[in-house]
C-alpha cells in the first residue's frame, strides 16, 4: 500500500474525510434518469421529445430524396398514350342500313357580319331524324344511343343556273392578316337526341342551332353520319354511314332579308323534352299587329 493511500485510510478513520459511497453503474441510472425527465419537464418537453428531435432531421431527409426521385421519374417517364375512341357497340358492327331523314330545311337566312358576335341563325332550323334498321327491318334502338355517332355539316354553292353545287368552304374578308375567312359559321357537329316524335314514338334526332352564313346567295347543307372510332384505315376520322342533302335555299342581304318565321311544331316539340331548341312564338303576332297598323293607318 502507498504512503497517499495510507494517509487517505488514516483521516478517515479520524472522521477528517468522509467515507465516498461505492455505488454501482445501475445504481446511477434511475437517479440520472429521473434527474433528466425533470428537466426536460421544466423546460415544457415530453420525455419523447428528445429522440422525435433526434429523428426529425433524418426523416425530413427521407421525405425530400422521396420528392425528388419521384420528380426524376415524371422527367425520365413515357409520356402518357393519347385515348383511344373504342369502336360502335359489337352488335352495330354486323349488317345495319342507315338512313338520314331531313326532317326540317332552313328555307332562309340573313346575312351575318364577320365578327363572332354577328350571328343570324338560318331559318328555320336544320333538324334530321337517324333511323338504323337490321337486317329483318325492325329499329335497332340500342345502336342509336351510341355515343360515338356524330353528325357532320358542311356548306354547298348552289349555281342557281346549271342547278349544280359545290363545295364552299372560304369567303374574301377585309383583312390583310386573313384575306379568307371561313363562310359557314357556328358549331358544325352535332350529336344524337333520343326524345319522342310530334306522334308519340321514340325517334333519334339531330338539331343544329346556330349555323350562320356569310356570304348572300343560294346553298345547301350537305350532312354526313360518322362514327368515331378504328374503322376503315382510309378514313382516319371515322366511317362515313349517311349523307344527306338539303334543298337550295337563299341567304339575304339585310335590308332585303324578309323576317324570322315562328319555330315549328318539331322544335317546340323538342324544346319541350329538354333539347335546346330556341322558340319563338310571338312571331306570327307581332305580325299581324304590324298588318293591323297598316290597314288603321290607311
Do not use: W
Amino acid at each position: 500500500m502507498t504512503v497517499e493511500s495510507l494517509t487517505t485510510a488514516s483521516l478517515q478513520a479520524s472522521g477528517a474525510v468522509p467515507h465516498r459511497a461505492e455505488t454501482s453503474a445501475g445504481d446511477l441510472a434511475p437517479e440520472s434518469a429521473q434527474n433528466s425527465s425533470s428537466h426536460r419537464a421544466r423546460k415544457g418537453l415530453s420525455p419523447s421529445s428528445r429522440s422525435t428531435q433526434s429523428q426529425t432531421p433524418r426523416a425530413s431527409s427521407s421525405a425530400s430524396s422521396s420528392t425528388i426521385a419521384a420528380l426524376q421519374d415524371l422527367r425520365t417517364g413515357l409520356s402518357a398514350p393519347p385515348p383511344m375512341l373504342t369502336g360502335l357497340p359489337q352488335h352495330s358492327l354486323q349488317e345495319r342500313t342507315y338512313k338520314l331523314i331531313i326532317r326540317q330545311q332552313p328555307q332562309q337566312g340573313r346575312l351575318c357580319g364577320l365578327g363572332s358576335k354577328d350571328k343570324r341563325p338560318l331559318d328555320p332550323l336544320p333538324i334530321l331524324q337517324l333511323r338504323i334498321l337490321k337486317s329483318d327491318g325492325t329499329e335497332d334502338e340500342d345502336a342509336e344511343n351510341s355515343p360515338n355517332l356524330i353528325l357532320q355539316v358542311s356548306l354547298r354553292k348552289q349555281s342557281m343556273a346549271t342547278g349544280t353545287h359545290a363545295e364552299s368552304v372560304l369567303v374574301e374578308s377585309n383583312a390583310t392578316a386573313h384575306p379568307f375567312t371561313r363562310m359557314l359559321e357556328g358549331r358544325l357537329v352535332a350529336s344524337a337526341n333520343v326524345a319522342r316524335d310530334l306522334d308519340g314514338s321514340r325517334a333519334c334526332f339531330f338539331v343544329f342551332t346556330d349555323l350562320s352564313i356569310r356570304q348572300e346567295g343560294h346553298f345547301r347543307l350537305a350532312f354526313k353520319l360518322i362514327a368515331l372510332g378504328p374503322g376503315d384505315p382510309s378514313s382516319p376520322g371515322g366511317r362515313v354511314l349517311a349523307e344527306a342533302l338539303t334543298e337550295p335555299f337563299a341567304i339575304y342581304s339585310p335590308r332585303r332579308f324578309p323576317g324570322m318565321t315562328e319555330s315549328t311544331e318539331l322544335a317546340k316539340c323538342l324544346a319541350r323534352q329538354g333539347i335546346q331548341v330556341p322558340v319563338r312564338n310571338d312571331v306570327r303576332r307581332r305580325q299581324e299587329q304590324a298588318d293591323s297598323d297598316e290597314r288603321d293607318n290607311d
